[in-house]
């Protein structure tokens, strides 16, 4: 790693070990409803939908930030593919066959001593059709936007970079970041201008680079905080990268964008989507990730995966079937 705008890794390591633990100002919703003084009440039924578990000694809260319905899946998934093949495995999968579900799902992990918030979903970009409900989640369980200590943003693409900045500045104003030094080295670079990366570019000099001063720059191997490993798993993006999480005797592997859905990517890993900017890349990359997931049994949480985001994958042929979670955290 190199150092970037006299940001390193130390600094975070550093402040990591000051920092102290969150503690959430309200308890629940019911205590967030009670802070409401202008009558506009956070009921229950109206916060996004969310899901909390216990990983050894961390708590996770998964988030749903927004869902959106897309057309014609197979222009995104399996491009190239004819569309009756696409649909015909939707069909099998006991899916529509001309119309899919795409959520995003951020992911808190409070370790105990700081929590990390991975990715930040769509933001104000988003509200207009009912997503960026990211801040509005958090809030309903208790985490204030000024109790986030990091946020670790896995790719620049604007699903999880979009809700950085509100209107007023920085989403969570008391964070410290953490970006992939080649992920933004290649968004931020003016060499994007006038290809198909400038509207990337363009979002990232607006929403990333006014906080690197408080930016710690990484690669695959380094630790965020004790127990959290990044590792690269490039193709989706140049510099995209996933995460271990390590407590106790228990792990799970935040796999970001490796796939992003759970047919199509995954039943059909060599299927090419058109957001992979290097689809053969990509391709490999997922075989290599999910074919280490199956092996070891590892859960994993995709941000694209069905809510709450969390399974397993068994190894079925050449590709892998996606299982939900259900009650094996809670045991």
């Not at 929590?115 to 985490?143: C, K």
């Not at 920085?170 to 080649?182: C, L, M, T």
């Not at 964008?257 to 058109?274: E, F």
């Amino acid at each position: 790693m190199t150092e970037n705008t006299g940001i390193n890794r130390r600094r975070l390591m550093a402040g990591a070990g000051l920092a102290a633990i969150a503690t959430p100002f309200v308890s629940g919703v019911a205590s967030a409803m009670a802070q409401n003084t202008e009558g506009d009440s956070m009921k229950m039924a109206d916060a996004p939908p969310s899901d909390s578990f216990d990983l050894g000694d961390f708590k996770l809260l998964v988030v749903e930030d927004g869902t959106r319905l897309m057309e014609n899946p197979g222009e995104t998934f399996g491009t190239g593919q004819a569309p009756e093949t696409v649909a015909a495995l939707l069909e099998e999968n006991f899916l529509p066959p001309d119309k899919l579900i795409n959520g995003f799902a951020p992911v808190l992990v409070d370790t105990g001593n700081e929590t990390v918030l991975f990715d930040t979903g769509m933001g104000p970009a988003g509200r207009s059709w009912g997503a960026g409900r990211l801040r509005e989640g958090l809030i309903a369980n208790g985490y204030q936007p000024e109790d986030i200590d990091i946020v670790v943003i896995t790719h620049m693409h604007g699903d999880h970079i979009n809700g950085l900045m509100e209107e007023d500045g920085p989403a969570f104003p008391n964070a410290r970041y953490v970006f992939g030094e080649k992920e933004y080295a290649f968004w931020s670079d003016d060499a994007r201008m006038g290809t198909p990366a400038e509207g990337g570019h363009q979002s990232v000099k607006k929403l990333v680079t006014p906080l690197v001063d408080q930016a710690t720059f990484i690669g695959g191997g380094d630790e965020v905080v004790p127990g959290i490993t990044a590792m690269d798993a490039f193709g989706h993006t140049p510099g995209h990268l996933i995460f271990m999480l390590n407590s106790g005797d228990e792990r799970l592997l935040l796999t970001a964008d490796t796939a992003n859905q759970y047919v199509l990517s995954l039943q059909r890993p060599d299927w090419h989507v058109r957001f992979d900017m290097d689809k053969e890349m990509a391709a490999a990359t997922r075989k290599k990730v999910f074919d280490m997931v199956a092996a070891e049994r590892i859960p994993f949480l995709g941000y694209h995966m069905p809510f709450p985001a969390v399974g397993y994958v068994e190894k079925v042929g050449d590709g892998y079937r996606f299982m939900p979670k259900t009650y094996q955290f809670k045991v």
